[in-house]
């Protein structure tokens, strides 16, 4: 036994993953090769063939795909619906596959699987020929830095074993794929089912003389040069069981390590030398990409969770602003201008895609210009970040050169981003000190700065109660400005219109602008529908605490309508205006704001009194 384990240790592992598109066959592929490899038990096999006739689309033959569609609902449905991870091995190599789901909704989980993998096998049934989803897939294996394909033209059975349609598939692929820069495309004629060409070479295709899927993913040189790369450890925890001992654990995202090496902290260019590696085995002398460790320094420099050590002589990017591509996962849009969490291996900030330089077409692989992503699309993008990150290019590091975009308000994952280059236009601006400041400004006006952020719809009194409260501060000797939503779109805001990525550029100017005026010591008054919970987030982030004061002036809809004082919900209604809030717009009330008014039954002088009791307060 111990002998076959130090066997298994000696054998190279390759990662890949199987995609394409829906019921190309990939699952019962993976259920052939565990089958055909023998790595299926007794057990497991007569629960196959039980399962095959209950769930099976094959007749009376065993459902390989069973292996692997392993969820109750993807049985019931015949789809796959997660990425399914297996292992497997031969004499020669050890395999972990990624059995990756097809349809459009699920492109995340393709997304995923090919982020840790080698080389893809892109299944294309035989019937159907070169799909969207093909491209789609293969388009994505190419930008995740995966460098080698295999072609499975599955189902040949399907086409009476035809090199004809073989051929023109071949030809089609290549064709597309020829600027994608992968360095070895392998095509192979098979039959899932039947196992043509998967482990063995099949009677049926005497015009094939290449190797069996099997024979190419046992043989297949892949490019392994983590360890050429430069030395990368992000910090996962700070090991201090005792006041003698403090540690750094972590895993080697690339490059090695070894007593004694010079290492520096990213971002703030600490510097000091290892003096321990310290595992559960015992210590070592040095370590390798993917081994986990705990780093011990001879210094006591400042490091925590989130710091990532790394080679002095090789150190990564430290920036703000940067391009990315960006794989776009949710049904709601990619907005310029909106804000997201952005996460890498070790940092997590508030972002802002401040371009959206072009989207990519799948199939063609133009740059076509384009407002904003749609689920599944990608773009080339600009991305500010609200403080400097560390981080290497995609191209150079998968590990450190990549990041998820999340909802600030779900938490959902909307989107996958791999990174080009840091963006050097703006290293010669630097900020100005200023000998007056806000705290001077606000002292020579004996007050404390503040935004006070009116919401809500159309019609529901927000600039009438907004006007009332700023004659209020006024007559206390306050120093006040407001920003009404009208009355900015004559100016500053003239060239923008109502759709959504227009809004949220139209909130981000005036943010921006009400920052200016809060420096200056001023109590600022924002009037303006600002229907979406995002922007006005991004708004509340650039204030520090207690300065943003959010006022939901919460007025039914229907009262709204009722009003209707400019006209617009009547046009709205029939269609006259596009893009309206309440009608053709969402509006996304506040769920905790400073003050919530109920418009209904009181007066705007007396709803301004209680947010003038509110600011004193505060």
Not at 62 to 89: H, N, P
Not at 509 to 527: H, P
């Amino acid at each position: 036994m111990i002998e076959y384990l130090r066997e298994q240790e000696k054998k190279s592992m390759l990662r890949f993953l199987t995609c394409g598109s829906v019921d190309d066959g990939k699952s019962t592929l993976i259920g052939r090769l565990l089958y055909d490899t023998k790595l299926i038990f007794e057990d497991q096999l007569a629960t196959l063939e039980r399962d095959s006739a209950k769930h099976g689309t094959v007749g009376e033959d065993i459902d390989f795909a069973l292996l692997v569609d392993g969820l109750e609902a993807e049985r019931e449905q015949g789809i796959t619906i997660d990425v399914a991870y297996r292992f497997f091995a031969t004499s020669k190599r050890k395999f972990i596959v990624a059995d990756t789901p097809g349809h459009e909704q699920y492109t995340r989980n393709m997304a995923t699987g090919a982020s840790t993998a080698d080389l893809a096998v892109v299944l294309v049934d035989s019937r159907q020929g070169i799909l969207r989803q093909t491209r789609r897939h293969s388009y994505i294996a190419s930008l995740l830095g995966i460098r080698h394909i295999v072609l499975a033209v599955n189902k040949i059975d399907l086409m009476d074993y035809s090199q004809e349609v073989f051929d023109t598939i071949v030809a089609e692929y290549m064709e597309f794929a020829k600027d994608l820069g992968f360095a070895s495309i392998q095509p192979i004629p098979m039959s899932a089912r039947f196992g043509d060409n998967v482990t063995m070479e099949s009677e049926k295709t005497p015009w094939y003389s290449g190797p069996t899927l099997l024979g190419h993913l046992e043989t297949v040189r892949v490019e392994n040069d983590y360890l050429d790369k430069p030395f990368r450890f992000p910090v996962q925890y700070v090991v201090r069981p005792n006041l003698d001992f403090r540690g750094f654990a972590g895993q080697v995202a690339s490059g090695k390590l070894a007593v004694g090496d010079k290492v520096i902290v990213a971002k703030s260019g600490q510097e000091s030398k290892v003096k321990e590696i310290v595992t559960h085995g015992g210590n070592l002398s040095n370590a390798i990409e993917g081994q986990a460790v705990t780093v011990v320094l001879e210094d006591q420099i400042d490091i925590s969770r989130g710091d990532m050590l790394v080679d002095p002589t090789n150190r990564p990017h430290v920036a703000d602003q940067f391009q990315a591509h960006i794989i776009w996962f949710d049904s709601q849009p990619m907005i310029p201008g909106r804000s997201y969490i952005l996460r890498t291996e070790v940092d997590s900030v508030s972002a802002t895609i401040t371009a959206l330089k072009h989207q990519v077409n799948i199939n063609t692989f133009s740059h076509e210009a384009a407002k904003h992503l749609n689920m599944n699309e990608v773009g080339e993008c600009n991305i500010s970040t609200q403080a400097p990150i560390a981080f290497d290019s995609y191209k150079s590091n998968r590990v450190s050169g990549h990041f998820v975009l999340i909802d600030r308000f779900t938490n959902a994952t909307v989107g996958a981003g791999m990174i080009d280059f840091p963006l050097r236009r703006a290293s010669n601006v630097h900020w100005q000190a200023m000998e007056v400041n806000k705290d001077a400004r606000s002292e020579i006006k004996n007050q404390s700065p503040a935004v006070v952020w009116f919401t809500g719809y159309s019609g529901s009194g927000k600039s009438t109660v907004a006007n009332n409260l700023e004659k209020l501060l006024h007559a206390q000797g306050k120093h006040t400005f407001m920003l009404d939503g009208d009355n900015v779109r004559h100016g500053l805001n003239r060239d923008l219109g109502f759709t959504d990525d227009d809004r949220v550029e139209n909130i981000r100017r005036v943010s921006e602008v009400a920052k200016l005026m809060v420096d200056a010591g001023l109590i600022v008054i924002v009037s303006f529908i600002s229907p979406f919970r995002s922007e006005r987030q991004m708004a509340r982030d650039l204030f520090g605490d207690g300065e943003f004061v959010e006022v939901f002036v919460d007025t039914p809809l229907e009262e709204c309508i009722k009003r209707d004082p400019k006209g617009l919900y009547k046009k709205a209604q029939s269609g006259e205006i596009q893009n309206f809030t309440g009608i053709s717009s969402a509006y996304e009330a506040p769920e905790n704001p400073e003050v919530h008014l109920h418009t209904l039954g009181h007066e705007p002088a007396e709803m301004a009194i209680l947010i003038d009791s509110y600011l004193n307060k505060r």
